[in-house]
C-alpha cells in the first residue's frame, strides 16, 4: 500500500473503478509550472498543459472523456521484439501498478506476451525558465535471452501553441488550417500556429510553441515521428501501429512526414539491443515556452549528465519541504502521510506563504479549484515565477485559516486582506485574483534601467523575469521592499450571504498565537479600508417580481456602469479608515438589517445563496439562511466580550449611526411586542422587517459612491448596550426557528426558510409585500455546525449531537454524515441539489467539506469521545482502499452515501483533492496535537500551554511527534497506549532545547517568560514533553 518512497501503490488499477487525479502544479518559486491531470486507465495522463485549459499541450477533457480517451490518445508506447508489436498498458490482464507520490506518478506493467517490465514516471519540470512535464521510461528484458526492440513512445495527439479549447472543441478540423511542425529533424519537434486564430483585423505572428524532446544515454534522440499517418496508417482511429506493424522502424523514419495542416503527435523512436535482465532508459520533455528562442538554453541544460535525475531529486524534495510543517509521527503510517498530502493540497487552495522584500507576506501556488471532474471552473495556474492563480473569496479565505498557526510570521495579513475587502454595504466580490504591486514614483526613480518596467503594475514573477534579462537579481527583494501591494479582486456574479462569516475565524485563529496582541489588532490600528462597490444590492421592492408561481424574487443587482477600482472616500477625498473592531461592528448591524421577513434566517439578498451553493434557485423563493443567523449571533458574543471588557472609545461613520439608530428603535419595539403576548403575528413580524429594509435601503443609497466624512463616537459600554439589544433579537430568532423544526420536524437545528407571499400590492416603485407564510426545507448539516459555533451551553450541544445521530443526515451503513437530508418532497425551485441523483454531488453525499466542519466543532466542544469514534469512521486516511476507490491520502470533495441508487459506489471518492475540507483536517489537526489554544495572555503574562488529543488508534510506541508553529518539533512522551484528552492526561513537564544548544527544563503544565518567547521567536529546535494521567 505505501512503498519505500511514501508513496500510495494501486495494483492492478486499470481494473479498478475509475478515479481521476493531478499532479500539483508546483515548479518552485524560480520555477515555471505546469498543470497535468491523469486518470487510472492506459498510461494515466489524460491531458496537460500551461496556465489554464486553453494553453493546452494534451487537450483538456472532463473526466468521464478522460477516462475513455486516455488509452487513446494520450501517452503510447510500442514495443517490437520476436518480430511482434506490443502495446504496453494496453491490456488490463498484465500486472499493472501505480504508485502515487506528492509530485511524481509511477506506473508499472508486467508484460508477459511480450516478455519485458516497464515502468513509467511522471514529474514537472522545476527550477527552470520554461514548463515541461518530464517522462522517464525504463524498459527491461525480462527474457533469458539477448533480444533486439525496436521502441516508438510518445503523445498520440499534441495541441499546437496558440490553439484554445474552444478551437479544437467547435471547429478542430478549420483549426488545423494553422498547424505546423517545426523543427522535426533535430528531434526537438516544435508545435505551433503560424498567427494568431482570432477573427480580427489585427493579426499577429505566434512567437510562443510546444516542444517534446527526449534523451537516452547516448544522448539526445533526434528521430521523432510528428505525423499519426506515418505510425498509424489508414487506422484513422489510432487503436492500432499499422505502419509498425507491417515495416520496420527504419522504414518508418525514412518516409517523408506531414509537417502540417494535421493535429500532430510526438513519437520518439530508438532501436537497441537487452541482455536479459538488462534496462534501456529514455527521458522524454514536454513542455510550452511563450517564446522558442528560449529552448536552445534548456536544450544544453538536458544534455547533461544526471540533468534529469537531479531535476526528479528536485521535483520530489520540492512538496516535502513545504509539508515539513505538518511532520506527524505516530503509530499510523497512512494518516502521517495523509497530513503531509493534506496540507499539499489546501496549500493548493489557499497558497503557500512566504515573505518577499523581507517584509511582504505572498502566497505561492494559490489557484482556483479545477480539474477534470471539477470541469466547470476555470483555473488559472499563472506561468510565472512565484507563481499564484485566482480563487473565490470562501475558498482562498477558508483554506488560510490556520497559516498562522504553521507559519506565524503571516501575523495578522490574512485578517487584513480579507476583511479589507468588506464594502461598506457588509457584501464583497467574489474573485481573489494576483496580488500585484507598484512602486511610487520617487522610489521608482532610483532604478532607471527599470523606468518603464515600473510605470505599470507588476507581480514578482514578471519583475524577477525582468531582472534576469538585466542581470540584475539582486534588485529583487530590494524593490518588493519598497513596493505597495494592490489586493485585486474581481466582482464576477452577485453576492453570496456567507462569505462575511469565515473572517472571524481567522481573527480567533490569530489570537491562538498572538493573544496579547488582541486590543492593539482590534481597536489599536484605524487602517482598515472599504473597496468601491461594482454591484448595488437593488432596494427589495423592486427585487420582486410577479410569476405564474406566485411573488419571485429574480432582480437583485444594479451594476454600476462607471466603476473604476479604488478605495472608498469621503466627500473631501479622504480615504475612509477604521478600526477592525468597527468594521466588525459594521457587519454585524448591516447583517442584522438583513434579517429576513420573519426575523430569522438572513436574507438572501445579493441574488446567491450561502456555502449550500446548489441551493441556487433558494434566493429566487425569498429564501434565507438561519446558517447566517447563528454566525450573527456568535459575532455578537464576540463584540459583546470585547466592548465589556475594554475601556476605550470607537467611531462610526454617520451613515451607519443612522441605520444603527433606527434598527434600535425598531428592535426595542418588537422586543415589547414579544414580551407582551405569546406570539407576534406574521403581519407584525413583516412590519418589523420593513422597519429594518427601509432603513437598510437608506443607508445603502447613502454609502454608494461616498461618505459624507463625519463620525459618531461611542464609548465601548454604551455600544456594549446598542449590540446586546441586536443580539436580544437575534437570540430569539434562533429560539423560534428551532421551535419550529422541534415541533414539526426532526428536531435538528433549521439552516434554511423561504416564503410565500400571500398578499402584496404593486406601486409604481415596484411590488410591496404586506403578508407571507413561512416555509422550511429539508433538514442541512450546515445549520447544526454553525449552530455549535455559537455560546451555548454543552448540554444542549450533547443533546443535539444525540439528535443529529438519529436523523436523517447520519448514514448508518458508512457511519458518516450526510450534506443533508432526502430532498424528494422539496421543489425544484430550490436549485441544482434538487436534480441532483441521492447520494450524488450536493445532494443527500458525504460532503467531506461539511462533515469535517462538523467534526471540528463537536472537537472545539470538547466532546472528546464522539469526537475520537466518529473521526476513526469518517476521516478519510482510516476507510478502506476497496470502498473510498482512490489513494486514502487525499480527499475528495463527495462520498457517494447510501441514498445513491448504485450499490457498487456506497463509500467511494469523487473530485479529488482541492476541497475545503482540507483546512477543516488541519485545524483539527492542530486542535489534536496541541490544543485549541496554545498561547493564552492572563494578567499581563504570556504563556504556553500543549493539551494534545491523541487517540489510541494513533498510538504506537511511546511517543508520538508533531511540528509545532511550523518549525519546532514536539516529542510527546505518553504514559501508556490508551487515548489521551485534555481531561484524562496533561504536560507534567518540559525540555526546551535552544538553537544554541542550551536545554531549559520546566516542570509546570503551563510555561510562561523566556521560553515561551523563545518558542514564538522561532529560536527552539525541539520541545519535549511528558504526558502523565490525571
Not at 90 to 98: D, G, Q, R, V, Y
Request: proline share 3%; hydrophobic share 35%; net charge negative.
Amino acid at each position: 500500500m505505501i512503498d519505500k518512497e511514501k508513496r500510495y501503490v494501486i495494483y492492478n488499477y486499470g481494473r479498478k473503478s475509475t478515479f481521476s487525479n493531478f499532479l500539483p502544479g508546483i515548479a518552485g518559486e524560480r520555477g515555471i509550472p505546469l498543470w497535468c491531470f491523469y486518470v487510472n486507465r492506459g498510461q494515466a495522463i489524460s491531458s496537460f498543459g500551461i496556465q489554464d485549459k486553453d494553453h493546452s499541450i494534451m487537450q483538456f477533457y472532463p473526466a468521464h472523456q478522460a477516462y475513455q480517451n486516455t488509452k487513446r490518445l494520450g501517452f503510447r508506447t510500442f514495443i517490437k521484439v520476436d518480430n511482434q508489436v506490443h502495446e504496453a498498458f494496453s491490456k488490463e490482464a498484465m500486472n499493472h501498478s501505480m504508485a502515487i507520490g506528492m509530485n511524481e506518478l509511477e506506473i508499472k506493467e508486467e508484460n508477459s506476451e511480450g516478455k519485458f517490465d516497464i515502468e513509467v514516471l511522471y514529474y514537472t519540470l522545476p527550477g527552470e525558465d520554461v514548463a515541461g512535464l518530464v517522462r522517464k521510461v525504463t524498459l527491461k528484458n525480462s527474457k533469458s535471452v539477448a533480444r533486439d526492440f525496436e521502441f516508438v513512445d510518445g503523445m498520440a495527439a499534441v495541441l499546437p501553441y496558440g490553439v484554445d479549447l474552444k478551437s479544437i472543441n467547435e471547429m478542430g478540423q478549420t483549426s488545423k488550417a494553422w498547424m505546423q511542425v517545426l523543427n522535426a529533424h533535430t528531434g526537438c519537434p516544435i508545435f505551433k500556429v503560424r498567427a494568431s486564430m482570432e477573427d480580427h483585423a489585427q493579426v499577429d505572428a505566434v512567437k510562443g510553441g510546444n516542444y517534446g524532446l527526449a534523451i537516452n544515454h547516448n544522448g539526445l534522440v533526434k528521430q521523432v515521428i510528428v505525423s499519426t499517418e506515418t505510425l498509424f496508417g489508414y487506422d484513422s482511429s489510432l487503436q492500432y501501429p499499422i505502419e509498425f506493424m507491417e515495416h520496420s522502424l527504419l522504414h518508418l523514419l525514412e518516409k517523408s512526414q506531414r509537417m502540417e495542416n494535421d493535429v500532430p503527435c510526438c513519437f520518439f523512436t530508438d532501436k537497441f539491443k537487452l541482455q536479459p535482465g538488462e534496462t534501456y532508459t529514455i527521458y522524454e520533455l514536454y513542455g510550452q515556452t511563450e517564446n522558442i528562442d528560449n529552448l536552445s538554453l534548456l536544450y544544453e541544460k538536458v544534455l547533461k549528465k544526471g540533468y534529469f535525475q537531479n531535476k526528479y531529486e528536485e521535483a520530489r524534495t520540492l512538496p516535502w519541504k513545504i509539508t515539513e510543517k505538518i511532520y506527524t509521527k505516530t503509530g499510523n503510517e497512512i494518516f502521517d502521510l495523509y497530513c503531509r498530502q493534506t496540507y499539499l493540497d489546501n496549500v493548493l487552495r489557499g497558497g503557500e506563504p512566504i515573505l518577499l522584500g523581507e517584509n511582504k507576506v505572498y502566497y505561492l501556488y494559490s489557484r482556483k479549484h479545477g480539474d477534470i471532474e471539477r470541469d466547470y471552473n476555470y483555473f488559472k495556474v499563472m506561468p510565472e515565477f512565484y507563481s499564484q492563480g485566482n480563487g473565490n473569496f470562501r475558498d482562498v479565505n477558508q483554506n488560510r485559516r490556520c497559516d498562522v498557526r504553521f507559519s506565524p510570521y503571516v501575523e495578522e495579513a490574512s485578517i487584513r486582506f480579507f476583511y479589507n475587502t468588506i464594502q461598506i454595504d457588509g457584501y464583497n466580490p467574489l474573485g481573489i485574483e494576483q496580488i500585484t504591486y507598484f512602486l511610487e514614483e520617487d522610489k521608482a526613480g532610483k532604478y532607471p534601467e527599470l523606468k518603464d518596467f515600473l510605470r505599470e503594475v507588476f507581480t514578482p514573477g514578471r519583475l524577477l523575469k525582468r531582472l534576469k534579462e538585466l542581470g540584475r537579481e539582486d534588485l529583487f527583494h530590494p524593490i518588493l521592499k519598497e513596493a505597495i501591494a494592490i489586493q485585486n479582486t474581481e466582482f464576477h456574479e452577485g453576492y453570496w450571504s456567507d462569505h462575511w462569516t469565515y473572517n472571524l475565524d481567522l481573527v480567533e485563529e490569530y489570537l491562538a498565537i498572538y493573544p496579547e496582541r488582541k486590543e492593539k489588532l482590534l481597536f489599536g490600528d484605524r487602517s482598515y479600508t472599504y473597496p468601491l462597490q461594482k454591484g448595488f444590492v437593488l432596494p427589495a421592492r423592486k427585487r420582486y417580481v410577479e410569476t405564474e408561481k406566485g411573488i419571485r424574487q429574480y432582480n437583485f443587482i444594479e451594476i454600476n456602469s462607471q466603476f473604476v477600482p479604488g478605495l472608498l472616500k469621503d466627500k473631501k477625498g479622504k480615504q475612509v479608515k477604521h478600526s477592525l473592531l468597527e468594521k466588525m461592528l459594521l457587519i454585524g448591524i448591516v447583517k442584522f438589517a438583513a434579517l429576513d421577513l420573519y426575523g430569522l434566517g438572513i436574507e438572501m439578498e445579493g441574488g446567491r445563496p450561502g456555502w449550500y451553493d446548489a441551493l441556487n434557485g433558494l434566493p429566487g423563493l425569498l429564501g434565507s439562511s438561519m446558517a447566517e443567523t447563528y454566525e450573527l449571533a456568535r459575532l455578537f458574543d464576540y463584540l459583546e466580550e470585547v466592548l465589556s471588557n475594554y475601556d476605550n472609545n470607537l467611531h462610526l461613520p454617520i451613515e451607519l449611526d443612522n441605520l444603527l439608530t433606527s434598527l434600535l428603535e425598531s428592535a426595542n419595539s418588537y422586543l415589547e411586542l414579544y414580551e407582551d403576548t405569546s406570539s407576534i403575528s406574521s403581519k407584525d413580524r413583516i412590519k418589523f422587517w420593513k422597519e429594518r429594509n427601509c432603513a437598510l435601503e437608506l443607508y445603502r443609497e447613502a454609502v454608494k459612491y461616498q461618505l459624507r466624512g463625519e463620525e459618531k463616537e461611542y464609548t465601548f459600554s454604551s455600544m456594549a448596550e446598542a449590540i446586546k439589544v441586536l443580539h436580544k433579537v437575534v437570540d430569539l430568532a434562533c429560539s423560534y426557528a428551532w421551535d419550529i423544526h422541534k415541533n414539526n420536524g426532526s428536531g435538528v437545528c433549521p439552516t434554511y426558510f423561504y416564503y410565500t407571499v400571500t398578499d402584496y400590492k404593486k406601486t409604481e416603485e415596484g411590488i410591496e409585500i404586506l403578508d407571507a407564510i413561512l416555509e422550511k426545507t429539508p433538514d442541512f448539516l450546515e445549520g447544526n455546525v454553525r449552530f455549535f459555533k455559537t455560546k451555548v451551553e454543552a448540554s444542549v450541544k450533547k443533546n443535539l449531537y444525540k439528535v443529529i445521530k438519529n436523523s436523517k443526515l447520519y448514514d448508518n451503513k458508512l457511519k458518516m454524515y450526510k450534506v443533508n437530508a432526502d430532498l424528494e418532497n422539496a421543489s425544484y425551485e430550490l436549485g441544482r441539489a434538487k436534480s441532483f441523483t441521492p447520494g450524488w454531488l450536493e445532494n443527500e453525499s458525504i460532503w467531506l467539506h461539511m462533515e469535517y466542519k462538523y467534526l471540528l466543532e463537536i472537537l472545539k466542544a470538547g466532546m472528546y469521545e464522539e469526537f475520537i469514534n466518529d473521526f476513526h469512521q469518517a476521516a478519510v486516511c482510516f476507510l478502506k482502499e476497496e470502498q473510498y476507490g482512490r489513494s486514502l491520502l487525499e480527499n475528495s470533495s463527495f462520498i457517494a452515501s447510501s441514498a445513491n441508487p448504485d450499490e457498487k459506489i456506497h463509500g467511494k471518492g469523487f473530485v479529488a483533492r482541492l476541497s475545503g475540507s482540507t483546512v477543516e483536517f488541519l485545524n483539527m489537526w492542530q486542535i489534536m496535537m496541541f490544543g485549541k489554544q496554545p498561547f493564552i495572555f492572563s494578567e499581563g503574562r504570556l504563556m504556553l500551554g500543549l493539551q494534545p488529543l491523541i487517540p489510541d488508534y494513533l498510538i504506537g510506541e511511546d511517543k508520538i511527534e508533531a511540528m509545532f508553529l511550523g518549525s519546532i518539533p514536539v516529542i510527546y512522551q505518553l504514559p501508556d497506549k490508551n487515548t489521551i484528552t485534555p481531561n484524562n492526561a496533561k504536560v507534567s513537564s518540559y525540555e526546551v532545547t535552544t538553537k544554541d544548544g542550551n536545554v531549559i527544563t520546566v516542570k509546570a503544565e503551563f510555561m510562561e517568560g523566556e521560553p515561551v518567547n523563545l518558542i514564538r521567536n522561532k529560536e527552539v529546535i525541539q520541545i519535549k514533553a511528558v504526558l502523565v494521567r490525571i
